[in-house]
């Protein structure tokens, strides 16, 4: 009886332990839940607006231009944007608004959330996986690298798309990792205090 009883001490002192010392209520909850969304919705205007403007920008290039090279690229591009919204639509469906007006409710928005965070950017690190194969293959064949000024031109803007996504994912996988951490906390400490 002992034995079990210093257990459950061990258990709940190593949970205590684990907790931050800053305060946990509700409404911290719903308000990083009311955060999100905010961000959430931003972020699909913002990527509404860039999806339009680069798609419609390659259109006139590619008309402009008429070069099968051209029309193949952009090709690519709508394929690579339908994948990209497609994925975006799927991940994000679900994740608008918590069920209900509960605490409970609103952290598990929160923490399902982070997952989909964590999706999200493993999509963009396997996006560009798949499409690295044809991209190089496609900078290869410019016909700009034939002088030196040319490897520049021809590597800087494909280049700076997967840094940039790189660096996109990386953060967004650190960010909801720790988010996730703290929503654990949370949930302890909810559990502790009768709410879960």
Not at 36 to 46: F, M, P
Not at 48 to 58: A, F, K, N, R, S
Not at 128 to 156: H, K, N, Q, S, Y
Request: hydrophobic share 55%.
């Amino acid at each position: 009886m002992n034995a079990v009883r210093d257990l459950e001490w061990e258990r709940l002192a190593r949970t205590w332990g684990q907790v931050r010392e800053e305060p946990v209520d509700a409404a911290w909850v719903a308000d990083l839940v009311r955060r999100q969304t905010r961000r959430l919705s931003v972020g699909v205007a913002i990527e509404v607006l860039v999806t339009v403007g680069i798609l419609g920008g390659l259109a006139w290039w590619v008309v402009a231009t008429g070069t099968r090279a051209a029309m193949a690229l952009g090709a690519a591009a709508v394929a690579h944007s339908a994948a990209v919204w497609a994925f975006s639509v799927w991940n994000r469906a679900g994740v608008w608004r918590p069920l209900g007006e509960t605490t409970l409710a609103y952290l598990a928005l929160a923490k399902e959330r982070c997952r989909r965070e964590r999706r999200a950017a493993r999509f963009v690190l396997g996006l560009l996986a798949v499409e690295a194969i044809p991209i190089i293959w496609w900078v290869m064949r410019d016909d700009r690298l034939a002088d030196r000024e040319g490897w520049l031109t021809a590597f800087l803007v494909p280049g700076a798309v997967v840094v940039f996504a790189v660096a996109w994912a990386i953060r967004t996988e650190v960010q909801a990792r720790r988010l996730a951490n703290r929503l654990a906390q949370v949930d302890r400490v909810l559990a502790l205090n009768g709410i879960g």
